[in-house]
């Protein structure tokens, strides 16, 4: 299984990111693929995730609205769409995948994910 995140990198307060997961190794209808983030000092926290199989998708508070999850055009592909980014958005974002579909639960089990990538850093600037 490999899930490989871009996307990362410095921003304004305000601005917009778009990370992608690249996804391979496993049967994707069946999973959920979710993105969460860890900031320095802090908890691991779920951000987002998608039943790949039906797209219904799930937002924790502090993004619902900002930020915006889709199965990608390429196969096996899930993008997290970062916009109005403020500096508490500051974090390494991990893409991360586990098999069933409770995307829900997920999300705010974040440390139950199967699998994850290796992260990529968002710092969002005041």
Same mark, same amino acid.
């Given at each position: ?5 871009? &996307?990362?990198?410095? +921003?304004?307060?305000? &601005? ?12 994707? $209808?069946? =999973? +959920?693929? &979710? ?6 000092? @802090? ?7 998608? #039943? ?5 998708? =799930?937002?924790? $508070? ?5 930020? #915006?999850?889709?199965?990608?055009? #390429? @196969?096996?592909? +899930?993008?997290?769409?970062? *916009?109005?980014? @403020? ?6 974002? =991990?893409?991360?995948?586990? =098999? %069933?579909? *409770? ?5 705010? *089990?974040?440390?139950?994910? $199967?699998? @994850? %990538?290796?992260?990529?850093? +968002?710092?969002?600037?005041?």
């Amino acid at each position: 299984v490999q899930l490989a995140e871009s &996307g990362g990198g410095l +921003v304004q307060s305000g &601005g917009s990111l778009r990370l992608s997961c690249a996804a391979s190794g496993f049967a994707f $209808d069946e =999973y +959920v693929i &979710g993105w969460f983030r860890q900031a320095p000092g @802090k908890e691991r926290e779920g951000v987002s995730c998608i #039943t790949s199989r039906d797209g219904k998708a =799930y937002y924790v $508070d502090s993004v619902r609205g900002r930020f #915006t999850i889709s199965n990608g055009n #390429t @196969k096996n592909t +899930v993008y997290l769409q970062l *916009n109005n980014l @403020k500096p508490e958005d500051t974090a390494v974002y =991990y893409c991360a995948a586990e =098999y %069933g579909s *409770n995307c829900e639960w997920q999300n705010r *089990n974040p440390d139950e994910y $199967d699998y @994850k %990538g290796q992260g990529t850093q +968002v710092t969002v600037s005041s």
